[in-house]
């Protein structure tokens, strides 16, 4: 069973990976409505790892980031697969990628965590249906 603590990080985490993704993505994205609506995901992705970074400050836990071969294997994938497309529908569709494994990650972290805090357990949420949300807003640029 996890605890509280790695639910938060596990939030911490995936937000700024989602935040990383979409600025590596930004680098290719040209569509105005593409470019639009990744710094909106941008914006919510970062309240989310505030949120998750103040709970766990208020519960005398440091934040723990992504590792930095996290973020250059990511940048790096990305790099590859928009190398010769920088199309909005292939852009959208590695976010869509990105997207799912965040949801089943999540799915199963909260499962495996023992929720006491309705406030951990409304951040995990939040975050869920952002990244469903997000995944939805992605389709409409395939």
Sequence with gaps: MLSETQLLNHIYQTAEMGQDGIRTVLKYAQEPGLVHALNSQLEEYQKLQNSAGAMLHARGEPPKGIGPMAKLSSEAMTAMKSLTDHSATNLAEMMIQGSTMGVSKSLRTIRDCD???EGVRDLANRLLKT????????????
């Design 115 to 117: 929720l006491k805090d």
């Design 131 to 142: 990244q469903e949300a997000n995944i939805e807003e992605m389709k409409g640029f395939l």
